[in-house]
């Protein structure tokens, strides 16, 4: 079946803007997550979701960043007013439930900041 | 707090020859272990996930091992191919707090010579 897609693929954008990423998981996965790749930070986490709600978001590094998650499916991560540190791969991850599953990862989508 | 390291951070080996990667985490209370591959400008591959009860898996020339008591597992490719050539993540989710998020490692950087 279809893995986990997200989109776009890049995206440059200039300081100061807003960006939407978007997530479509595994049909059926419950469990959605975000994490972010970056040069200097390696691979962290930034917020999951369970169903529609996010009981953990401990890992979104300001509150211009925020996420939602629409019908148990697709998930959108906005970054309001990006800055320059901003500039990384966002990718999204599911899993079947929150508990002992797999995670599958999208492609990503690679943000740059101008 | 969950820590996870990689040794070594690159890796050139002649094609056919067996190799071993390495990955250490400093809490033993985990859920699962994924040993990821990932592709430059690629998302993230899922090659093996062991859980917490589990002391390997094996999936055609790969065969992961985890000791949870040592806080160790390791990632063993049987003669190598240049097509192996990838950046190898070890990642763990733990117990504690709302999810299974995973802890990644810095990777390893495989380079396979034909």
């Known amino acids: 079946g279809a893995g986990v897609s997200q989109s776009p693929s890049n995206k440059v954008t200039e300081k100061g803007k807003d960006v939407e990423l978007r997530c479509d998981p595994i049909?059926?996965?419950?469990?959605l997550y975000w994490y972010r790749q970056s040069l200097g930070q390696g691979l962290e986490f930034l917020i999951y979701?369970?169903?529609?709600?996010?009981?953990?978001k401990s890992g979104l590094p300001s509150d211009r960043f925020s996420a939602e998650r629409t019908g148990g499916s697709v998930s959108t991560l906005t970054i309001q007013r990006t800055q320059q540190e901003d500039s990384a791969v966002y990718l999204c991850a599911s899993s079947l439930s929150q508990d002992t599953y797999e995670q599958y990862f999208g492609p990503g989508t690679r943000l740059t900041v101008t | 707090k969950q820590e996870v390291t990689q040794i070594p951070a690159a890796l050139s080996v002649p094609e056919g020859e067996n190799l071993v990667l390495n990955c250490s985490f400093t809490?033993?209370?985990?859920?699962?272990l994924q040993w990821f591959r990932q592709d430059p400008g690629k998302g993230l591959t899922s090659l093996l996930l062991?859980?917490?009860?589990?002391r390997e898996q094996t999936s055609g020339r790969l065969n992961a091992s985890l000791d949870k008591s040592s806080g160790r597992s390791t990632l063993y490719i049987a003669a190598s191919q240049p097509g192996d050539s990838a950046t190898y993540l070890c990642?763990?989710?733990?117990?504690?707090?709302?999810?299974?998020?995973?802890?990644f490692g810095t990777g390893t950087l495989l380079a396979v010579q034909p």
């Open positions: 062991i859980q917490s009860s589990q």
């Open positions: 049909s059926g996965h419950t469990a």
């Open positions: 809490d033993s209370a985990i859920y699962n």
């Open positions: 979701f369970q169903g529609n709600s996010a009981p953990d």
């Open positions: 990642a763990v989710a733990s117990y504690g707090g709302a999810t299974n998020k995973l802890i």
